[in-house]
Structure formats: structure tokens, C-alpha cells
């Protein structure tokens, strides 16, 4: 029983059971409210029962019964040609593209900017700054300023978000690979000079293999921030395409169900990407001789 | 340029590290001459220098005083040139490296050919009775294993001056035992050039042909014992009455320079 309770998919299905009988309750609790004054208004009679049948099943709820939810989801999903702009495979891909291209770019960019840190003196004290500054600019005020600057000199579509994305995500990579960078052993690195090797056998034969915990480590927080970056991108107006549109037309008409499930989907992307991210951790420390 | 077996040559070498609580004097006057074909003992208790000194001739470490020759060149010029071979304390192997892998990593760096590298690798395998253990991961290999493998890395790429800090000093007194025995008929066939720390006074009776014994506060040597055992020795050396008078001298030279203080 208890290796029962032990295992993982037991443990997350007990724990999606006692979520969604939180969030029935927390659904009557949320929109009763505005039933009670429409039960008023029109002088209704009413049971606690037809409360919860009705708060189960409004059109605009204040928090949407997970099974409205469920259904939007497999109308969207599944019911539209995957084409169509109503379908949340065509919004999903749209931000899953420029989540990769975005996480692409901030990792080279992390990546090279860590091996400059880690082997320049001057690069180590002049940059290291700038990088942590640039993440106290909240992303979300100078999204818009990107889209449009970057719209202005013709830049439209996936590359601007993916900006936004790579501004995000850089900077986990750089810390976490400059740190990764000089964790060799203080002995590994003398073996290295009693051997007189180059710099850049170093690096390839000692740092950069002892890095790959980190570089891993890194690249997990980096895909799901590169996510948020990319629907952060597609927040403001001129984005008619991808899950950040959904949640915003969303808003705009108060369609709370489509917003639920435009961030059901986006949450299902992350963890997906996240655990590819793990499997492939997984591949490569098996491959350097880790007992797995 | 004097004479060509000389390997080491010290004279009046110091060593002052900087610290924040004021200089501290490593090695202080260290005179040691040291011939093609020795197996050096630097032998004293913790914090007299034998480590330090052995980084030093490594060019780890830069001495602040007196003059260092390794193979007549200054000590940067000779580990540039790649003339001796490092074993640490620890194996300090590369985890995601097999065995194979790391008795290849001095010959990766140094452009041997890919199949020579094969060739040295078995060889060094061979003569620390490794064979059939190439495809292993260090993590797979017992503490003396792990350490001949060290030894062996130290072997392809064949140096003449071997420079070993206490390689045996973490492992039990049976595999220890047993890496004396084994590491001494090493030393016979090849006769390299072996400065060898260590702890163990028996260990430095058997291995060696001259014994160096230090002491600390500062670091300096205090005798140099000639051996007078026979080149070729076997572990049943250790009960002769020769071998137990050369332990006494070095237990005295110990004595001599306040180590049981």
C-alpha cells in the first residue's frame, strides 16, 4: 500500500483528485455571488441546490467548473481543424515555436557569454552587472515597446517574441554555466597543467563536460521562463496569433473558460518541455557513465 | 649546463606564502640534489612542506627564494616540455571518463596518434595488471584501482621523473601492501626517476633508495638517509634486521626534528 501511495503517477492523480474538489467548491464559492443578486433581481426562489447546478454552468463564470473547462478544451482542440483560428493546436504551436527559437537564442547567447566570463578577467567584472540589471526591467513594461520598435523596422511575426523569450532566458544560463564552468576539481585543473594544455583543451576536456549538471539545471528553468517570454509577446495588440492572443481576447469579452483553458494548455507545453528537457539529461549523463 | 643525470637541483630554495594572518614560511633553505634513476622519500609529519615541495618542482607553486633546476631548466620550462608525470593524492580521474578514456586524456592533449594511443593505453594497462577493465567507469573501480589508474595515466605518456603525493595515503595497509610490491618492481624494470611522498616510515623503507626526512615550522629537511637495502626487495624485506634499522634511523631523523612533539 505504501509503495503504492509512493509512486509517482499515484501521488499526482491523488493530487489532481483534491484539486479539482477544491476548485468545484471554490467555483460555487467564487460565483454565487453574482447569482444570488440575478436570484434577486428577478425574484426567484431559490434551493442551495439550483445554486450549485447554476454556478456549475454559467456562461461567464467568475471561476469556471473544471468539467466547462474540460469541454472547451476538447471543443478547441479537438473539434476544429487544427488550421482554424478557434483551434488551440494552431494558438499552441504558434507559442511552442517561438519558445524553442527564443530558447535557442538565449541559450547560445547565455552560453557563450558564460565562457566569456568564466576566461575573460575584464568580461568577469564588466558584464556581470549589466546581466543581473537587465532582469529588474519587468519584462512586462517593455514587451510592448519591443513588438512595436522591433514592428517598426520590419521585424513582425515569431522573431520579436522570441526576443522577449531570449531576454528572459539568457540569464539563468549564465549564471548557472558560470558556475558550472569553474566547478572542476582545483586538482582536475592543476592535471591540466602539468600537461601544459591550451586554454581551449580545457575547456572542452574539463569544463564544459564538468558543466553539464549545470547546463541541464539551467536549461529546465530557461524553457519554461522562454514560454512565458513568448506569450508575454504575444500580450500586446498585434499579436492576433498564439496563446498570449487567446488569454487577451479572452479578457477583452470575458470569456474566463476560453482564458482557463488557453493557460491549461500553456501549463501542459511547459511541463512537456520541462520533461523532454529531463529525458534528455537523462540520455547524456548515462552516456558520461552516471549510474542512473 | 652540469652534469646530465642530475634530475632535481635545489639550493637554499624558500617558500613564504602571504596570508592574511601575516607570511607564513612554507620551505625554508632547502638543499636536495636528485639523480637520474633515485627513488626520492620525502617523509615528515603534516605541514613540513613535502607536498609543497613536490609543487614546487611541478611549477605549481613558485618558490620566492633560492634556485630550482628540474632536468637543468627552470621548473615552468620542464612541466611546458612535459617532463614528468603528477599522481595526486587522490585518483582525481574525470567521472565522465572510462578507464580507457582517462589514460587517453594526457595523450589527447599532448596529439599522440589515435592508434599509438591505443598501443600506450594497453601497455600502461598492462603494468598496473589492468587489463579488461578499459570500458569501466572510474565510480565502478575499488579506491586501489582507481589509484593504479592514476599511476597508469601518469605512465603513457612515459616521463622520466615521476612525481607522486602520497598516491597510497588513503587506502587500507592490505591494498597498500600490495601497491608497494607492485609499484616497486614497476620501478625496477623502468628506473624512473621516482620523488614519492608519504606518512608511512615502512613504506618509505621499502620503496626507496634515499629517504628524505623533513620536519615543520618551517619546512626544512632535516637528514637524508642513504638506504642500504638491496635494489631488488620483496614485502618479506620488512623483517629483516637490516630493513627494522633502517625504519629506527628514520624514526630517529623524525625524532631529531621535533616531529613527535
Known amino acids: 500500500m505504501n509503495r503504492l501511495l509512493n509512486s509517482t503517477p499515484i501521488a499526482v492523480l491523488a493530487l489532481l483528485v483534491f484539486i479539482i474538489f477544491i476548485w468545484y467548491g471554490a467555483a460555487i464559492y467564487l460565483n454565487s455571488g453574482v447569482l444570488i443578486d440575478k436570484y434577486e433581481r428577478q425574484k426567484t426562489e431559490w434551493s442551495f441546490q439550483l445554486l450549485v447546478s447554476d454556478s456549475w454552468s454559467m456562461g461567464r463564470p467568475v471561476l469556471p467548473a473544471p468539467h466547462q473547462i474540460f469541454e472547451d478544451l476538447k471543443k478547441s ?45 575584464t568580461l568577469n567584472k564588466s558584464v556581470l552587472p549589466w546581466i543581473i540589471a537587465s532582469q529588474t526591467i519587468p519584462i512586462l513594461a517593455i514587451a510592448p515597446m519591443i513588438i512595436v520598435v522591433l514592428g517598426a523596422i520590419g521585424l513582425t511575426g515569431l522573431l520579436p517574441k522570441a526576443f522577449i523569450s531570449a531576454y528572459l532566458c539568457f540569464f539563468p544560463i549564465v549564471i548557472g554555466m558560470v558556475k558550472g564552468l569553474r566547478s ?100 547524456v549523463q548515462k552516456r558520461m557513465g552516471a549510474l542512473i | 649546463m652540469k652534469d646530465s643525470s642530475q634530475v632535481v637541483e635545489a639550493s637554499k630554495v624558500d617558500l613564504v606564502f602571504q596570508t592574511a594572518d601575516g607570511p607564513v614560511h612554507a620551505l625554508s633553505g632547502i638543499d636536495l640534489d636528485i639523480n637520474k634513476g633515485d627513488f626520492i622519500s620525502l617523509i615528515g609529519p603534516s605541514g613540513c612542506g613535502k607536498t609543497t615541495l613536490l609543487r614546487l618542482i611541478a611549477d605549481l607553486e613558485k618558490p620566492t627564494g633560492g634556485i630550482l633546476r628540474v632536468n637543468g631548466m627552470l621548473p615552468e620550462e620542464a612541466r611546458l616540455n612535459r617532463d614528468y608525470g603528477y599522481v595526486f593524492q587522490s585518483p582525481a580521474l574525470y567521472p565522465w571518463r572510462t578507464v580507457v578514456g582517462n589514460l587517453k586524456l594526457p595523450l589527447e592533449i599532448m596529439g599522440v596518434e589515435k592508434a599509438d594511443q591505443d598501443e600506450r593505453t594497453r601497455e600502461a594497462l598492462e603494468m598496473v595488471d589492468l587489463t579488461g577493465f578499459e570500458k569501466k567507469f572510474p565510480w565502478q573501480l575499488s579506491g586501489g584501482m582507481q589509484q593504479r589508474v592514476s599511476i597508469a595515466r601518469a605512465l603513457t605518456f612515459n616521463p622520466d621523473l615521476l612525481l607522486m603525493d602520497e598516491p597510497f595515503g588513503a587506502l587500507d595497509e592490505i591494498v597498500r601492501d600490495q601497491l608497494n610490491e607492485h609499484f616497486h618492481r614497476l620501478w625496477e624494470q623502468t628506473h624512473k626517476t621516482v620523488l614519492f611522498v608519504t606518512h608511512s616510515i615502512p613504506e618509505a ?42 625504519s629506527q634511523r628514520i624514526r630517529k631523523g623524525l625524532r631529531a626534528g621535533k616531529s613527535y612533539d
Not at chain 2, 632535516?222 to 635494489?231: A, C, D, G, K, R
Request: proline share 5%.
Open chain 2, 205 to 246: 623503507a621499502y620503496l626507496s633508495t634515499k629517504i628524505v626526512v623533513m620536519s615543520p615550522r618551517p619546512g626544512k629537511i632535516n637528514e637524508i638517509i642513504e638506504s642500504t637495502l638491496p635494489e631488488k626487495r620483496t614485502l618479506d624485506i620488512r623483517e629483516t634486521q637490516e630493513f627494522l634499522e633502517l
Open chain 1, 77 to 121: 482542440l479537438f473539434d476544429q481543424k487544427i488550421t482554424s483560428k478557434r483551434s488551440l493546436v494552431y494558438h499552441g504551436g504558434i507559442t511552442i515555436s517561438s519558445t524553442l527559437v527564443g530558447f535557442l537564442m538565449g541559450s547560445v547567447l547565455g552560453i557563450l557569454l558564460a565562457i566569456g566570463i568564466v576566461h575573460l578577467p
Open chain 1, 184 to 283: 572542476p576539481d582545483p586538482m582536475h585543473l592543476d592535471l591540466m597543467k602539468t600537461y601544459n594544455a591550451t586554454q581551449s583543451q580545457i575547456f572542452r576536456k574539463l569544463r564544459w563536460p564538468a558543466s553539464t549538471p549545470f547546463l541541464f539545471a539551467s536549461f529546465k528553468v530557461s524553457i519554461a521562463i522562454s514560454l512565458v517570454g513568448a506569450i508575454v509577446g504575444e500580450l500586446p495588440a498585434g499579436a492576433r496569433a498564439g496563446l498570449g492572443a487567446r488569454l487577451l481576447t479572452g479578457s477583452y469579452y470575458g470569456q474566463t473558460v476560453q482564458i482557463w483553458s488557453a493557460l491549461i494548455v500553456a501549463s501542459v507545453i511547459a511541463a512537456t518541455l520541462v520533461f523532454l528537457m529531463s529525458y534528455m539529461e537523462k540520455i
